[in-house]
C-alpha cells in the first residue's frame, strides 16, 4: 500500500465557529493537524483580550485528547498601539475584513484610509503582528479579487515592515503579486486547487461548492496550480474550512462556505500526487507557514495512504466536500 507522511499539518485559515457548531467541527481539525489559524468572526466578532482568551478556552473545551494549537487572531479595527501592545503575546495575526463582504463581516473596514489605519498597521509592523487580509471589493463577484490588488499594493508600500497574508487567494492576479512585493504572503485552499466556476454553476447549481471568494476561472486554477504544487516559499495551505448547517447551505439563501476540514489532507495528497509533487506537499501544509509566522507545532506524524475512502454524507449535520463520494486517499495513522 502506497503511503505518505506528514509532519505537524497546519491548517492557517480555519473557521471554528462557535457553540454546537464548534463542538462538532473543532475536533475534526484537532484529530489530523497540529494547529489552525482561528477566524475572529463570530457574533459578535473576537475583538478583546476578554473575548479572545474566552473564545480560546471554549476552542480547547472541545479537543481534551487531541494536542492542537488554535493560533489566535483579533478582528482588525483601528486599534491604539497600547492595546496592541497588550494583546501581542496572544495573538498569532489580526484578520482584515472589507465591511459586509463575507459571513459575519458587517463591523469589518468600510474605507481603506490609510492615514486613519496608519497607527495601528504601523504597531502591527513593529510588534511583528502579521495582517490577513480578505481581499475582496464589492464589485462584480467574478472581480473582486482582481480588483482588490489595488489595495494590497497600496498596504504593501505603505508598510513594507507589515507582512501581509492575501487569504483564500484565487485568481492569477493574486499569484502574480506575490512576488511583486517581499512582504504579501497568501494562503490557498484546497477546494480552490480543484474547483471553478463550473463546478458550482455550470450544470445544477452545486451549493456545498459555494464558497467567497468564489471558484474562478480555469486560468485562475492553473496559477494557483503552479504555486501550491511547487511549494512556492510564499504560499501555505489555508483550508478556510467553513462549516454551515445543510439547511443554511441547501437554503434559497444559500451560505457561502465549504467543509473540507475532516478530508483536506487526504485531497492534498491526491492533488499532489496527480502532479507527481507529493515531495513537495510537507512544505505546503507545514514548513512554509512556520517559516512564515514563525511557530513551532508541537510533534504530530500523519500517515496517509493511497486507498479508496468513502467520504461520509455529513459530520454531524454538516455536509462537507465531495459528500458520500470515493476520494483515492485516507489517514492510516497519527502519532
Excluded at 21 to 47: C, H, K, T
Excluded at 92 to 110: F, M
Excluded at 242 to 257: F, I, Q, T, V
Excluded at 325 to 331: F, P, R, S
Amino acid at each position: 500500500m502506497k503511503t505518505h507522511t506528514l509532519l505537524m499539518p497546519l491548517d492557517m485559515h480555519l473557521h471554528l465557529r462557535d457553540g454546537v457548531m464548534l463542538e462538532n467541527v473543532a475536533p475534526l481539525s484537532a484529530y489530523s493537524f497540529s494547529g489552525g489559524l482561528v477566524m475572529p468572526n463570530l457574533v459578535p466578532p473576537v475583538d478583546s483580550l476578554e473575548s479572545l482568551k474566552a473564545y480560546k478556552e471554549r476552542i480547547m473545551a472541545t479537543i481534551p485528547n487531541d494536542f492542537f494549537e488554535p493560533y489566535m487572531t483579533l478582528f482588525y479595527k483601528n486599534y491604539d498601539r497600547k492595546f496592541l501592545t497588550g494583546i501581542a503575546e496572544h495573538i498569532t495575526a489580526i484578520k482584515l475584513y472589507p465591511a459586509g463582504i463575507t459571513t459575519n463581516s458587517e463591523g469589518g473596514v468600510s474605507s481603506f484610509d490609510i492615514e486613519e489605519m496608519r497607527e495601528t498597521l504601523e504597531a502591527m509592523s513593529d510588534l511583528g503582528i502579521p495582517l490577513c487580509v480578505h481581499g475582496e471589493t464589492d464589485g462584480f463577484v467574478m472581480d473582486r479579487e482582481a480588483e482588490f490588488m489595488s489595495v494590497y499594493e497600496l498596504l504593501a508600500k505603505n508598510f513594507p515592515n507589515l507582512k501581509i497574508i492575501m487569504e483564500h487567494i484565487t485568481t492569477k492576479a493574486a499569484v502574480d503579486m506575490l512576488d511583486k512585493y517581499k512582504n504579501l504572503y497568501a494562503t490557498i485552499t484546497v477546494h480552490h486547487l480543484l474547483l471553478t466556476l463550473d463546478d458550482v454553476i455550470g450544470g445544477m447549481m452545486m451549493p456545498h461548492n459555494f464558497c467567497k471568494p468564489i471558484a474562478k476561472r480555469p486560468e485562475d486554477l492553473d496559477a494557483l496550480l503552479s504555486v501550491a504544487l511547487e511549494a512556492h516559499p510564499k504560499v501555505m495551505f489555508g483550508s478556510d474550512s467553513a462549516p454551515h448547517s445543510r439547511e443554511k447551505k441547501e437554503s434559497a439563501g444559500c451560505a457561502a462556505g465549504i467543509f473540507t476540514a475532516p478530508i483536506a489532507l487526504q485531497l492534498l495528497c491526491e492533488i499532489f500526487e496527480q502532479y507527481n509533487k507529493l515531495e513537495n506537499l510537507q512544505a505546503f501544509v507545514s514548513d512554509n507557514a512556520q517559516n512564515i509566522y514563525g511557530i513551532c507545532p508541537e510533534f504530530k506524524e500523519v500517515i496517509l495512504e493511497k486507498r479508496p475512502f468513502l467520504v461520509p454524507k455529513d459530520y454531524n449535520g454538516v455536509v462537507p466536500m465531495y459528500s458520500d463520494k470515493i476520494i483515492n486517499w485516507a489517514i492510516q495513522s497519527i502519532e
